[in-house]
């Protein structure tokens, strides 16, 4: 195949944290925000935020957009990225764009998750993994080429780690698109032991977003607007002036978006949702930046009486904002590294593969030895194994090694477990989809197995006169 000109992009999820709780994206956002950079949306299940970087030729180029977008958001929406996924199950989507090149997509997305699809699943958080989402070889053809969905939004919790990952998934791509199989390349152990150095540095910090990492890359970063946007109750009781009164107040306070709820007229005149303005409203969320506001009828209907409240409301506005800019130290929740802490690696996996050029081979150098057994064996038949290992033979390769019939991750067979009909699986899938039934200890399916007391039974146990059993089993042990 001749060379094809590799675009990298895409467009990883992120949950939406206003006043310390992950929020739907959609309760904020309408129409996506379009910037020099990108733009920022919601993503198609209408709960996670949607970050679309421009494409780039380099993973360098990629991330830098999506360190000014990510900088953009708290700024634009008024609310906090996260990369955590504790109630969304959050993708880190990666688009490969081939152009128009006839290319066998399944085999491309193959050679990318042979090559690094292991490390990237592993960093899926229990949210994704429950939810279906993130397998091995997971991907969607696009008109300019595959998006691999495998990785987690993880990936984008630092700069660095993002350059790592979505330069190895590029690397892997030119490989194969040079005709060349990524698997047997003298490069691999090295980009396979920056990512996995990358994703050892996710797993420390417990997948948080280092914010502090992402401003430092984007540097200072402005954000063009026509002007604040308000958004109010359709149908709501209002004069004709409080938009422009309301704007007036965002653009000195430097907000650039909020969402107004109106309260009845019998709630009285002073009534608001704002700490440090008028009276607590009940039933209504208290208001933090990001979240929406509520404001009595005759603040909305009457300008001389707004503008005599204003400035009331105008101070504990700048009183909420300036609690948000401390607390997001940690973000109430641990959520933001606001430190610039580094990946300390001596270069990026993208930097090592796009410096890779392999050397002629010499005449007669077209065989090695295998690692095992001592063979002799064509390179081109070697086998070098996910983690670097080898090179074997085909014989002994097979003899060390299987893929998992769930995920297909490879196994080392001395580590591997077995269902009851010979099938290999790696341990974290054996036990997410087996259980030993707590009576007679026979391997069940976990879908299958009938739970009593929390505790999981074959149907066999659990049935008729075995329940009974149980339960008398239970008695004595007790």
């Excluded at 914010?211 to 540097?219: D, T, V």
């Excluded at 959520?335 to 007669?364: C, D, M, N, Q, Y």
Aim: aromatic letters at 8%; a negative charge; charged letters at 25%.
């Amino acid at each position: 195949m001749g060379k094809v000109a590799i675009t990298i992009g895409a467009d990883p999820e992120f949950e939406l944290i206003i006043a310390g709780r992950a929020e739907s994206a959609a309760s904020i956002l309408g129409d996506a925000i379009h910037l020099p950079w990108g733009s920022i949306g919601v993503d198609g299940a209408g709960w996670p935020l949607e970050l679309r970087p421009e494409p780039s030729t380099s993973a360098r180029g990629l991330v830098h957009n999506m360190a000014r977008l990510l900088v953009a958001v708290p700024q634009t929406l008024g609310a906090t990225p996260s990369t955590i996924g504790e109630a969304y199950a959050i993708g880190g989507h990666i688009h490969v764009g081939i152009g128009n090149a006839p290319v066998d997509e399944r085999a491309l997305v193959r050679a990318l998750d042979e090559a690094i699809g292991d490390i990237l699943y592993g960093l899926n958080p229990a949210t994704r993994i429950e939810a279906g989402y993130g397998r091995r070889k997971d991907w969607r053809i696009q008109p300019w080429g595959i998006e691999y969905r495998t990785p987690p939004a993880a990936i984008w919790s630092h700069p660095q780690v993002a350059t790592i990952f979505v330069g190895a998934i590029k690397w892997a791509a030119g490989e194969f698109l040079r005709g060349r199989d990524p698997l047997r390349s003298p490069a691999l152990p090295k980009i396979r032991g920056a990512a996995k150095s990358a994703a050892a540095f996710v797993r420390r910090y417990g997948s948080r977003l280092h914010w502090g990492a992402w401003e430092a890359l984007a540097g200072d970063v402005e954000i063009p607007q026509e002007g604040p946007v308000i958004v109010i109750d359709h149908g709501a009781d209002r004069d004709h002036l409080l938009v422009g009164d309301l704007k007036g107040l965002l653009l000195r306070l430097g907000l650039r978006w909020l969402r107004i709820t109106s309260l009845r007229q019998s709630r009285g005149d002073y009534v608001s949702n704002l700490p440090g303005y008028g009276e607590l409203v009940e039933r209504f969320p208290v208001f933090a930046p990001g979240s929406t506001l509520c404001l009595s009828w005759r603040f909305r209907n009457d300008a001389e009486f707004r503008r005599a409240e204003m400035p009331k409301l105008e101070a504990a506005l700048a009183a909420a904002l300036r609690t948000q800019a401390a607390a997001e130290v940690d973000d109430g929740g641990g959520r933001l590294i606001k430190k610039a802490v580094p990946l300390k690696l001596t270069a990026s996996a993208e930097a090592e593969a796009e410096a890779f050029e392999p050397e002629p081979e010499a005449e007669g150098e077209d065989t090695c030895r295998c690692d095992r057994c001592g063979s002799e064996v064509r390179v081109e038949d070697a086998i070098v194994t996910d983690g670097g290992e080898g090179p074997y033979c085909e014989g002994c390769y097979y003899e060390l090694y299987e893929r998992c019939a769930n995920c297909d991750r490879e196994v080392f067979l001395d580590d591997a477990c077995r269902d009851s009909n010979g099938e290999v699986y790696c341990e974290r899938c054996y036990y997410r989809l087996f259980a030993e039934c707590a009576r007679c200890g026979a391997e069940i399916w976990r879908e299958d197995a009938i739970y009593i007391d929390g505790e999981a039974y074959c149907e066999d146990c659990a049935a008729g006169d075995s329940h009974q059993q149980i339960g008398e089993d239970r008695i004595v042990e007790a």
